[in-house]
C-alpha cells in the first residue's frame, strides 16, 4: 500500500474492486476502517473471529454448493451483490458454483451470519462427522489456510502433514474465537 517496511506479522487491506488482499502498514489500514476513505475501493480487514454454534446446514444444502473437499468459505462479494463460495485446492482458492437458494435460507435463518461484514469477513466451513464446525473470520484467514493446503498438500488425498496443518490452524482459529 505504502512504502513503510512491515514485518511478518501485519494488517490486510481488501480491494473490493479488483478482488485481492493488499498488505499494509497500521497507518494505513486505519485509513480504511470505516469503508469510507476510499469510496468503497479499500476496505480493512478487521481482527474478530467468532464462533457459530447455532450453524445449521444439512447434508444436501451442503451437497447444493458442489464443494468437493470438506472445507470452504462463503462472503458477501458486494460488488457482485451476492454471496461467493470458495474452497482451498493445491491450485489456490478455488470458486464453486453456489447454490444460491439453499446458502440464502441458511443466512436468513441465522442471525450471527447476518452480521458477517462484506468482502472483509468470512463464513469458514470444515465438515465433520455429522456436522459443520463455522466460524466466522478474517477474510485474510480463509486465504492463510489456502496457503496451507497449496504448500503442503500431495496426492489425492492431502496426506498426514497437511491434515495435522490445517488441524492446527482450526485450533487457532476456535481459540481466538473464544478470546
Ligand atoms: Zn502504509
Given at each position: ?57 444439512s ?9 468437493p ?11 457482485q ?8 485446492s ?11 437458494t ?45 496457503g ?18 490445517i ?10 474465537g473464544?478470546?
Amino acid at each position: 500500500m505504502c512504502a513503510v517496511p512491515i514485518g511478518p506479522q501485519h494488517s490486510h487491506l481488501a480491494d473490493i474492486q479488483d478482488h485481492r488482499l493488499l498488505c499494509t502498514c497500521r497507518s494505513c489500514y486505519l485509513l480504511f476502517t470505516d469503508g469510507g476513505a476510499s469510496h468503497g475501493h479499500y476496505r480493512s480487514v478487521p481482527d474478530r473471529y467468532r464462533a457459530n454454534a447455532g450453524f445449521a446446514l444439512s447434508a444436501a444444502q451442503w451437497d447444493a454448493m458442489g464443494i468437493p473437499v470438506n472445507l470452504a468459505f462463503l462472503f458477501y462479494q458486494s460488488d457482485q451483490g451476492r454471496y461467493v463460495a470458495f474452497y482451498p485446492s493445491p491450485g489456490g482458492a478455488t470458486e464453486s458454483l453456489l447454490d444460491l437458494t439453499a446458502w440464502n435460507e441458511v443466512v436468513a435463518g441465522d442471525p450471527q451470519l447476518q452480521e458477517l461484514l462484506p468482502d472483509v469477513e468470512a463464513v469458514l466451513l470444515r465438515r465433520l462427522d455429522g456436522g459443520f464446525e463455522c466460524h466466522l473470520v478474517p477474510i485474510d484467514a480463509c486465504y492463510e489456510l489456502v496457503g496451507i493446503v497449496r504448500q503442503y498438500w500431495e496426492g489425492f488425498a492431502g496426506g498426514e502433514d497437511v491434515w495435522r496443518r490445517i488441524d492446527e490452524f482450526f485450533a487457532g482459529v476456535q481459540e481466538r474465537g473464544r478470546g
